[in-house]
Each structure stands twice: as structure tokens, then as C-alpha cells.
């Protein structure tokens, strides 16, 4: 193709189906979790239980109880004389530990013999990490961790100064990719508080590899966006993206730091939960916390409509056109996605496909 063309790819006609297994998917904020009490969540069209029993331990069990399929959510936790707590189900009360084992059957008799611990439920392993819940679901029931979830840098400041959640009418592969598109701005995000009408730049960036994803590496803010103004100094700014899909920005102005973390949670093929949470040190989150919570939340309402306004298209099957350098994130994004697939088949280490590239775009 001569240069000077714009070079496309023929994106999947439909995203697909499948999400990734054997790691770690937000499920929640630990302040979420109040001891004592159990939550129902769907995670990758599962249902799942999840709770803190009053002891601190963290449980995640599959939500349909063997004897009767109630959901052990709406039950409540029990201890025993010794001081195991366990989940007992709101129908008969059978009783599970945090392994997944069956404890007990009340309705067993003294004389009635039964071996319950072979009576399980499916456990997933859960874990807490600066402040956030992270659930890993492995490709079987059986599948235990190969590694933590991921430690994210910027979390200062004591407890978050912004949570928004919002479910997408979106398969994740679509939101994820709707999330990092770096060329929608100056169409979807028109406020004047964040660019002047009609305000478009010629952007370059450079972009290097990392754990499971890719960053766009630590760079001065584009200068028609207003928002960083309000930090003052010479604020400098890393985006980073990892699977599944993590999305975070940290910035950086003089000592004082700023994480806005993303997190997509699949519910199932056509939901998706979107978490943004953010931490800083930097006093203009405390003093102008109201205005920089009403900018994120509109943000991502202003995605999520643009989600709606999409699935009209996506209903007529259409083949999408991918260009360079704009939509290299998102085909980094599914060549990722492969990756981690054909590892996990081979039994080998994951080999991060991305190579350093400096893109090009005008927003």
C-alpha cells in the first residue's frame, strides 16, 4: 500500500464470546463487605456468593447450594462451639466452608451416616490487596493461582476520594475497547471544562510493554486538556492497560500522586460492570472533590451512552474497519487476548506480543 493510505484490519465481525480464565476479575471494594454479611454477584455468567465472615475470612462460593439450588447468598453465616464460621444455606441450612466442603446437614440424625464433606460447592479463591476484592476464576473448578492480582501504584491518600459504578449493555471485549479508544475525546467528552469546542491536536505517544498489557509511558497532558489545570505544577501522566481489563492512570505532580483506576468486570456476554476509583494525596481531591467526582461520573455516563448508540450497529452484523495508529490499542488488545489463551493451552509462560511503537493520532 503506498504510504500516506490509511492502513485498516477487518476487526471480528461480532466480539467474542469468551472470556479469559485463570486470573483475577475485580468483584469488589473491601468496604463493601461489612462482616457478617454475604452479597450475590454474577461473574462471567456465574453466580457467586460473597461474603466476610465475622472473623475476617473471606468466602466466594458458588451461589446455587447441591441439596435444593437456594442461593447460599441469602443466607447467613454460622459459628460453630469452636469458632468456625461457615455459610449455612437459607433452606435447610446446610453448612459450607470457605473451602467449599459441606460442615454440615442438620437433618441428618446421630444414627445417619454420612460422609458430607464429599458434598462441595465450587470455591473461588479470593483475595483482598489495597483496599479491593479481587476474585480468580480458573479454567476449572480445581484451578488454584499462579500469581497475585496486580499491586497498582498511586494508592495514597487513605480511603478513595471518588467510586462510580456502572453496568454497560456490553460484552467486555466492547467496553474495553471503547474505553481506550484515544480518538473519540473531542466527540463523546464535549465539556467545557475538560477542552475547548472544536479543540484537536495532533498526538504522539509512545507505548511499551509491560506484565499482560501495554502503557502509554509518562508524558506531560496534552495541552487542550483542561481537567489536569486543576492540579497546578507540571503534572506528568502514565496510562497503563493489563488484562483482563484493568485500565489506570497515575499522575504524578511534584511529590503529590494521582491513581484513576478502571476496572471491567464481565457479567456476562452482554454486561459489563465498570468501577472507577480514584486515590490522591494531592489537596485539590479534597477541595475540589464534588467537581472532579461530577467530571469522572460524567465521563463514563457519556461511554455508556455511546455503548447504547453502538449495539444499534452491532445488531446488523457489520464488519468494522481498524486503523493505524488509532485503533492499535485495540488490536493489541485482542492479539493479547490470544496470547494468554494459547499460553494457558501450551502450558508455557506468557509471551506479551506488543512491541514498543510511538502512535500518531489527532484528538
Known sequence: MPDGEPRTSRAETRFGTGFLTD??????????????????LELLGEPVALGRARSGVLFALRDVCPHRAAPLSAGRFHRDPFGTETVACPYHGWRFRADGACAAIPSLTADQEMDVSRIRVRRYPVVESQGLVFVWVGASPSGEPDCSPPTFPGVVGGAPKLVDRLVFDAHIDQAVVGLMDPAHGPYVHQQWWWRAAGSEHDKEKRFEPVEAGFAMVRHAPSRNSRAYALLGG???????????????????????????????????????????????????FTLLRPAIGAMARAFLRQDAHMVQLQNAGLQQSPTLLWIDDADRQAKWYQALKREWVQSRREGRPFRNPVEPATLRWRS
Do not use: M
Request: charged share 20%; hydrophobic share 40%; with cysteine.
Open 23 to 40: 486470573t483475577w476479575y475485580l468483584a469488589a471494594l473491601a468496604q463493601d463487605l461489612r462482616p457478617g454479611k454475604l452479597v450475590h
Open 234 to 284: 507540571r503534572p506528568e501522566t502514565e496510562i497503563t492497560f493489563r488484562l483482563p481489563g484493568l485500565r489506570w492512570e497515575h499522575i504524578v505532580v511534584g511529590r503529590r500522586q494521582a491513581l484513576f483506576l478502571t476496572c471491567l468486570t464481565p457479567i456476562d456476554e452482554n454486561r459489563t460492570q465498570v468501577t472507577q476509583i480514584a486515590w490522591s494525596d494531592h489537596p485539590a
